[in-house]
């Protein structure tokens, strides 16, 4: 190893363990080896406050799978321990300590945010806010069916066709929906929130796309024009809007006769509704439901505004 320094690390959720072993060139260390104990090792589990002074090895080597004498050992025919004092070691330590209290603080502060943000929307219908944009920017490596390329794909859109991209957020959707319709078809990209508007405008700018209007609106205000869009899609939404009922209604009456609405749902998301959920405000509105993606805990669920309605 280049540098003669090895480094590991273990982060978890529960808590976060970090162990340095100094593997250098030939010198004195400063320290008595004691006979039959190899020297990195001894190093190790004297020179660092961490648990190998209490166990003898290195309890991340446990965790996967070696212990810390077999881990740690010199290979043979390597030079031999560093010259580095026990102070020096000491110090070096408890700056790598300090750095991984600072991350583990960060890290426990962004839950406690999401935690109460998840809370209070649950009880207030709240959309997400734009300061937290950067959270549904991206898809979620978890499940395929939260994914913009899979939802894009599920709509079977064709150049010419005109699509709602309802709560449209950042725009995560927008562009490849903009794409997928091409330059003679429309992308409406509807939101409440004017700064997740224009994160989304500047997002097709940068894409190079023309064919997108942008809607300040919330869902069930009666001001979408009656049967003038082919699919309309509302990815993690349905939970956000306050009445439902009329939104539902809404977008039943701006959907052609044969149009899709397109209601996606994940479980990580803090307005989660259920299957069963979304699939009675849909049949109340008057959809009929058409096709079904995804499990129970992530899902995309299609609805059919009928012919002649």
Same mark, same amino acid.
């Given at each position: 190893?280049?540098?003669?320094? /090895?480094?590991?690390?273990?982060?978890?959720?529960?808590?976060? &363990?970090?162990?340095?072993?100094?593997?250098?060139? +030939?010198?004195?260390?400063?320290?008595? %080896?004691?006979?039959?104990?190899?020297?990195?090792?001894? !190093?190790?589990?004297?020179?660092?406050?961490?648990?190998?002074?209490?166990?003898?090895?290195?309890?991340?080597? !446990?965790?996967?799978?070696?212990?810390?004498?077999?881990?740690?050992? %010199?290979?043979?025919?390597?030079?031999?321990?560093?010259?580095?004092?026990?102070?020096?070691? %000491?110090?070096?330590?408890? %700056?790598?300590?300090?750095?991984? +209290?600072?991350?583990?603080?960060?890290?426990?502060?962004?839950?406690?945010?999401? #935690?109460?943000?998840? /809370? @209070?929307?649950?009880?207030?219908?709240?959309?997400?806010? *734009?300061?937290?944009?950067?959270?549904?920017?991206?898809?979620?490596?978890?499940?395929?069916?939260?994914?913009?390329?899979?939802?894009?794909?599920?709509?079977?859109?064709?150049?010419?066709?005109?699509?709602?991209?309802?709560?449209?957020?950042?725009?995560?959707?927008?562009?490849?929906?903009?794409?997928?319709?091409?330059?003679?078809?429309?992308? *409406?990209?509807?939101?409440?929130?004017?700064?997740?508007?224009?994160?989304?405008?500047?997002?097709?700018?940068?894409?190079?796309?023309?064919?997108?209007?942008? $809607?300040?609106? #919330?869902?069930?205000?009666?001001? /979408?024009? &009656?049967?003038?869009?082919?699919?309309?899609?509302?990815?993690?939404? /349905?939970?956000?809007?306050?009445?439902?009922? &009329?939104?539902?209604?809404?977008?039943?009456? +701006?959907?052609?006769?044969?149009?899709?609405?397109?209601? @996606?749902?994940?479980?990580?998301?803090?307005? $989660?509704?259920?299957?069963?959920?979304?699939?009675?405000?849909?049949?109340?509105?008057?959809?009929?439901?058409?096709?079904?993606?995804?499990?129970?805990?992530?899902?995309?669920?299609?609805?059919?505004?009928?012919?002649?309605?």
């Amino acid at each position: 190893m280049r540098g003669g320094f /090895l480094f590991h690390g273990f982060f978890g959720f529960s808590g976060l &363990a970090v162990h340095v072993g100094f593997i250098g060139h +030939t010198g004195s260390s400063g320290l008595a %080896r004691p006979a039959g104990l190899d020297s990195v090792r001894f !190093a190790c589990t004297r020179a660092l406050p961490c648990a190998c002074r209490l166990r003898g090895f290195c309890r991340l080597c !446990a965790v996967s799978g070696f212990s810390g004498r077999a881990f740690l050992a %010199r290979p043979r025919g390597a030079p031999g321990f560093s010259g580095l004092s026990a102070f020096s070691a %000491r110090r070096g330590s408890v %700056r790598i300590m300090s750095a991984s +209290t600072a991350l583990l603080l960060v890290i426990v502060a962004i839950a406690l945010v999401g #935690g109460a943000y998840s /809370l @209070v929307s649950r009880r207030q219908s709240l959309p997400c806010p *734009v300061w937290l944009r950067g959270l549904v920017e991206m898809d979620n490596p978890f499940a395929k069916v939260h994914r913009a390329a899979f939802i894009v794909e599920t709509l079977a859109l064709s150049p010419g066709m005109t699509v709602l991209d309802a709560g449209c957020g950042p725009g995560r959707l927008t562009v490849p929906l903009a794409r997928s319709v091409g330059p003679e078809g429309r992308v *409406v990209a509807m939101d409440i929130q004017p700064g997740m508007l224009a994160r989304a405008r500047e997002k097709t700018q940068a894409a190079g796309l023309a064919n997108v209007d942008f $809607f300040a609106a #919330g869902l069930g205000e009666g001001k /979408l024009p &009656a049967d003038h869009f082919d699919r309309v899609v509302l990815v993690t939404v /349905l939970g956000e809007i306050p009445d439902r009922a &009329a939104a539902l209604a809404e977008l039943f009456r +701006t959907l052609k006769p044969g149009g899709v609405l397109a209601v @996606v749902e994940l479980i990580f998301d803090p307005h $989660f509704q259920s299957r069963s959920a979304a699939t009675a405000l849909a049949t109340g509105a008057g959809f009929r439901e058409r096709a079904f993606f995804g499990r129970r805990l992530a899902y995309i669920l299609h609805f059919e505004k009928p012919q002649g309605r």
